[in-house]
């Protein structure tokens, strides 16, 4: 059985995964009712701790946990106070006094919610933390493929973009290794993280090429901050080789799917006229992750593995 | 020692002496199927408006037998009962203190609850928690004319006031034994049976 | 059209072969190569006495155009090319513009088809503005037409920067071209630091600046896989550097001047500035170095770096003075040396100026197969003459060599098959 905590999908087995997906089926259902909201977690707490805006995840969550009924409480400390990791225990360490029943935590550095979670009684969950990885969007991604194609063992997925500083790569190329998928990675030489292919999975730097006959793909934001590290010479170049349009689409499979974790950047990763219907199913992922973390929650909150017999 | 039960219809194949989980058959899949004969012929006998009828079976047990149900109302007074699935497992009242999340069922109500009489179908019903738990369920879908409770097999030992309005059978037993509908794989056609296991432990319904 | 050259000595590197033959050129491409060819109203050139080699390929010129055309520009220096035996010319970027945007290096393709003889292939910036921060947009560029990437003119310190335009190369598959030098041991440096430099009074710019940035260029081509391609190597040090990298399996290419391959920094004894380049002119065992390296493959080629200046610019101090020297036209001389002191062997002297060129540049050249192109120079090697700037076809007159007699010449160039100069006539066309 998981661990008391989510922190990263490489922890977990592919058991682990499918028994989320499964879970996050039922609540999807309970997301089609009249009445959105079952009992399952009323009375207790959860606390959102972004030391990194984000308004999509966390309301996502948010929604997630009042659908179970729960308390949620939106704590998102100003990142110049709380810099020192003594900081950011300390708050959490009051946090935990308060008894809640989990504590989600998005921070900018790798690492923080491991360091949270060692010290707290309540599990975590990583709500994203630096480069590291991002959990609960690779899971609605795998659930987002799951529902399209019935399937995830002998897919191909290829993810396109800023690897080497994306936690959403990283979770996904395991999520998606470890169910059976063959996983690519396609992005400028200066983008792919040193000696990635030891993870199992192929890195190109060609697009066409990693798009040959794939099913799925997956397209990461690019940041206009990366230009100051020299990583690409510019948004127009980027989006020359490596954005995705219709005639780029036609290595892959007729019947491919595009996604991307959002908030998009119309023209750049994605063109105008592909991200806003089929084949992009971006709304479908905003969609499922409510149903993917009221799942996450339903199997985590209120859970110590260490009390329980 | 494992005590006799009421008189059963059929044989008692699997009567094992002392030693590992001893396991009886109290219910066969002829006195089932009767069962469920009988349970139609009083639902038709007690309710006035039989086009609101909705079967709701609570999964897995329930499914099957208002399946059954419904077929049975279909051949005795040419009804179309629409059956919903409705899976309590997120409204129990016993989920965070226990360890493991139990796995979560499908639900599946085709039919709107409004103004329906709803006839919940559980195989076997014992402390009446579940029951409790469907209820609450039931309200979030809408708000029906009336809420009826059918039991394949009353166990006893209940914790709160729930009363089955059409049961197949009044099972004493101890707590520690577990009572179980099984053969639920093979389907609407498949042979199902009603089995008391001493086992110790075992689900509080 | 057909050309037939009769009478020379064929020297092809790609096929091995020096022997004495007659080549048939039809149709802008090599149609024959072999004894006593026959050919019905072809133009004959007359080639007894003479080498007849693939065109010239350099790899590194600076040809001036868009910005400073007073020093030079495209059309000239496509003279200059061809009168010295070179049918294609690699320019380099530091141009004002700078050729950092594709609409440059269409500009300067348009004015190359328009007023060139020889083939230009241009060079772009690695950076923008070559200032060292920015990487240009290289898979554009390439699209475009440009054939390397270079800062030269200037260095790029910022080795994270070094490193991410190596990487970043990865993507469109071209080389790199390092002016390998630490600005920071450079300084106010402009002759080579030693005895000379000494005795001249003037401030000194050390081996070591070299050897230290082509080690630092190495060792990041090693780590990105990137094709280094090292320009105008003028130390031992860096000699030594390559030649172990290479062992080592990098990808790495290199070029010498064919003054660093003549010349020490004794000859700025005398502060003429003709004698002010960048790298500055090094000491005999640099020289030496240089020249085992060339005959041994070390270095794969020889570029001229030629870099027009204008009279009333180097006619100043030489702390002042732009560094640089024109070198098209005396190329063929000057680096006959080493055929005559027997280092190189004429096949392989030939190979350094054209085969390995062309194929660094990743564009056809250096061969006289059947089929290749037409670039055809004939060299009459025993040819005296004395080389006199002003009347070459260089805007420019900046060179070490002025006024001094010079043995080997280029008599006449062919490109895409047709005659665009003989010595005779000098440049046929446009």
């Known amino acids: 059985?998981?661990?008391?905590?989510?922190?990263?999908?490489?922890?977990?087995?592919?058991?682990?995964?499918?028994?989320?997906?499964?879970?996050?089926?039922?609540?999807?259902?309970?997301?089609?009712?009249?009445?959105?909201?079952?009992?399952?977690?009323?009375?207790?707490?959860?606390?959102?701790?972004?030391?990194?805006?984000?308004?999509?995840?966390?309301?996502?969550?948010?929604?997630?946990?009042?659908?179970?009924?729960?308390?949620?409480?939106?704590?998102?400390?100003?990142?110049?106070?709380?810099?020192?990791?003594?900081?950011?225990?300390?708050?959490?360490?009051?946090?935990?006094?308060?008894?809640?029943?989990?504590?989600?935590?998005?921070?900018?550095?790798?690492?923080?919610?491991?360091?949270?979670?060692?010290?707290?009684?309540?599990?975590?969950?990583?709500?994203?933390?630096?480069?590291?990885?991002?959990?609960?969007?690779?899971?609605?991604?795998?659930?987002?493929?799951?529902?399209?194609?019935?399937?995830?063992?002998?897919?191909?997925?290829?993810?396109?973009?800023?690897?080497v500083h994306s936690r959403v790569a990283r979770s996904n190329l395991y999520a998606f290794s470890?169910?059976?998928?063959?996983?690519?990675?396609?992005?400028?030489?200066?983008?792919?993280?040193?000696?990635?292919?030891?993870?199992?999975?192929?890195?190109?730097?060609?697009?066409?090429?990693?798009?040959?006959?794939?099913?799925?793909?997956?397209?990461?934001?690019?940041?206009?901050?990366?230009?100051?590290?020299?990583?690409?010479?510019?948004?127009?170049?980027?989006?020359?080789?490596?954005?995705?349009?219709?005639?780029?689409?036609?290595?892959?499979?007729?019947?491919?799917?595009?996604?991307?974790?959002g908030p998009i950047n119309r023209g750049v990763e994605i063109a105008h006229d592909l991200a806003d219907r089929r084949p992009s199913v971006i709304l479908d992922q905003v969609r499922n992750g409510v149903a993917v973390r009221m799942a996450v929650l339903y199997l985590f909150a209120g859970r110590n593995p260490r009390r329980e017999g | 020692m494992v005590p006799s039960p009421n008189a059963t219809a059929g044989p008692d194949p699997r009567s094992a002496p002392s030693g590992e989980s001893a396991e009886r058959v109290v219910l066969d899949d002829t006195a089932i199927r009767r069962a469920l004969v009988r349970i139609a012929h009083e639902l038709v006998e007690h309710n006035e408006h039989l086009g609101d009828l909705y079967l709701v079976a609570i999964p897995n047990g329930g499914v099957p037998l208002a399946r059954a149900i419904a077929a049975n109302l279909h051949q005795i007074a040419e009804l179309e009962v629409p059956v919903g699935i409705l899976d309590t497992t997120l409204y129990r009242d016993d989920l965070l203190s226990r360890g493991d999340r139990p796995p979560l069922r499908r639900t599946e109500m085709p039919s709107a609850v409004d103004g329906r009489v709803v006839v919940l179908v559980d195989d076997v019903v014992s402390t009446g928690r579940t029951i409790r738990a469907a209820m609450d369920a039931l309200m979030d879908f809408g708000r029906p004319q009336a809420v009826q409770v059918v039991g394949l097999v009353d166990r006893g030992h209940r914790e709160l006031p729930i009363k089955i309005d059409y049961v197949g059978k009044n099972l004493p037993t101890q707590r520690s034994e577990r009572v179980e509908l099984r053969g639920l794989a093979g389907g609407l056609e498949g042979a199902l049976e009603v089995v008391v296991r001493a086992d110790g432990g075992g689900e509080a319904r | 059209m057909r050309i037939v050259i009769r009478g020379g000595r064929l020297l092809d590197p790609t096929a091995g072969r020096d022997e004495p033959g007659d080549l048939l050129i039809e149709d802008g491409r090599i149609a024959a190569a072999g004894r006593d060819l026959t050919a019905e109203g072809a133009l004959t050139i007359d080639a007894a006495g003479g080498w007849v080699v693939p065109g010239f390929f350099d790899l590194h010129a600076h040809l001036r155009e868009p910005g400073q055309e007073y020093k030079e520009d495209i059309a000239s220096g496509g003279r200059a090319a061809v009168a010295g035996g070179f049918c294609a010319v690699a320019c380099m970027a530091n141009t004002h513009p700078v050729n950092d945007d594709?609409?440059?290096?269409?500009?300067?393709?348009?004015?190359?088809?328009?007023?060139s003889p020889a083939r230009v292939f241009p060079i772009a910036a690695a950076t923008r503005g070559l200032a060292g921060e920015v990487m240009t947009e290289m898979s554009a560029l390439v699209e475009a037409g440009v054939i390397a990437f270079s800062d030269d003119g200037k260095t790029i310190m910022?080795?994270?920067?070094?490193?991410?335009?190596?990487?970043?190369?990865?993507?469109?598959?071209?080389?790199?071209?390092?002016?390998?030098?630490?600005?920071?041991?450079?300084?106010?440096?402009?002759?080579?630091?030693?005895p000379v430099s000494t005795r001249l009074g003037l401030p000194g710019n050390p081996a070591a600046a070299e050897t230290i940035h082509v080690a630092r260029d190495l060792v990041l081509a090693e780590l990105t896989g990137a094709h280094l391609h090292v320009a105008h190597v003028s130390t031992a040090g860096a000699v030594d550097q390559i030649r172990a990298a290479r062992e080592r399996g990098v990808h790495v290419t290199a070029e010498v001047t064919p003054h660093h391959l003549t010349l020490t920094d004794e000859a700025t004894l005398g502060y003429d500035t003709n004698t002010k380049m960048a790298p500055p002119l090094r000491s005999e065992a640099d020289?030496?170095?240089?020249?085992?390296?060339?005959?041994?493959?070390?270095?794969?080629?020889?570029?001229?770096?030629?870099?027009?200046?204008?009279?009333?610019?180097?006619?100043?101090?030489?702390?002042?003075?732009?560094?640089?020297?024109?070198?098209?036209?005396?190329?063929?001389?000057?680096?006959?040396?080493?055929?005559?002191?027997?280092?190189?062997?004429?096949?392989?002297?030939?190979?350094?100026?054209?085969?390995?060129?062309?194929?660094?540049?990743?564009?056809?050249?250096?061969?006289?197969?059947?089929?290749?192109?037409?670039?055809?120079?004939?060299?009459?090697?025993?040819?005296?003459?004395?080389?006199?700037?002003?009347?070459?076809?260089?805007?420019?007159?900046?060179?070490?060599?002025?006024?001094?007699?010079?043995?080997?010449?280029?008599?006449?160039?062919?490109?895409?098959?047709?005659?665009?100069?003989?010595?005779?006539?000098?440049?046929?066309?446009?």
């Not at chain 1, 099913?215 to 690409?232: A, N, W």
């Not at chain 3, 594709?102 to 007023?115: C, N, W």
């Not at chain 3, 070094?162 to 080389?175: A, C, D, N």
Request: charged share 25%; proline share 6%; with cysteine.
């Open chain 1, 1 to 163: 059985m998981m661990g008391r905590d989510l922190l990263a999908i490489e922890d977990l087995d592919r058991g682990d995964l499918e028994r989320i997906l499964e879970t996050a089926v039922r609540m999807e259902e309970v997301g089609r009712r009249d009445v959105k909201k079952v009992p399952t977690l009323r009375g207790r707490t959860l606390i959102n701790l972004f030391f990194e805006a984000s308004t999509r995840t966390r309301t996502s969550f948010e929604i997630a946990g009042k659908r179970l009924s729960a308390d949620v409480v939106n704590f998102t400390p100003s990142s110049s106070s709380l810099k020192k990791a003594e900081s950011i225990l300390d708050t959490a360490m009051t946090l935990d006094a308060m008894a809640p029943d989990a504590v989600v935590v998005r921070h900018a550095v790798a690492g923080v919610p491991k360091r949270i979670a060692d010290a707290l009684e309540a599990p975590v969950i990583n709500a994203g933390d630096g480069a590291h990885e991002h959990p609960t969007q690779a899971l609605l991604d795998l659930f987002t493929v799951w529902q399209e194609k019935g399937r995830l063992d002998g897919l191909t997925v290829t993810i396109v973009g800023d690897i």
């Open chain 1, 178 to 261: 470890k169910l059976g998928a063959e996983v690519r990675l396609a992005a400028p030489p200066t983008m792919l993280p040193p000696a990635v292919e030891a993870l199992g999975v192929k890195a190109y730097t060609s697009l066409r090429e990693a798009l040959e006959g794939a099913d799925v793909v997956m397209l990461l934001r690019i940041q206009q901050e990366r230009l100051d590290g020299c990583f690409f010479p510019s948004i127009r170049e980027y989006a020359a080789t490596f954005g995705l349009d219709r005639a780029k689409l036609r290595y892959a499979r007729d019947d491919a799917i595009v996604m991307h974790p």
């Open chain 3, 102 to 115: 594709p609409s440059v290096t269409e500009y300067i393709l348009d004015r190359a088809r328009h007023e």
């Open chain 3, 158 to 194: 910022d080795s994270g920067v070094m490193r991410r335009v190596l990487e970043y190369s990865g993507l469109v598959r071209v080389p790199v071209i390092t002016h390998a030098e630490d600005r920071s041991l450079v300084r106010d440096g402009v002759v080579n630091e030693g």
């Open chain 3, 287 to 430: 020289v030496r170095a240089c020249r085992a390296a060339l005959a041994d493959g070390t270095l794969d080629a020889i570029a001229t770096d030629h870099a027009p200046h204008a009279v009333h610019e180097k006619d100043v101090e030489f702390t002042a003075a732009p560094a640089g020297v024109i070198g098209l036209e005396t190329a063929v001389p000057v680096t006959l040396d080493l055929v005559r002191a027997g280092e190189l062997a004429p096949l392989e002297w030939v190979r350094r100026l054209s085969t390995n060129p062309a194929r660094i540049a990743g564009r056809p050249g250096g061969s006289l197969a059947v089929g290749a192109p037409a670039d055809v120079a004939v060299i009459d090697p025993e040819r005296r003459w004395r080389y006199d700037p002003a009347k070459g076809f260089s805007k420019s007159r900046n060179s070490p060599w002025a006024g001094r007699e010079l043995v080997g010449r280029a008599i006449a160039t062919l490109v895409a098959g047709r005659l665009v100069y003989d010595v005779e006539r000098g440049v046929l066309v446009p």
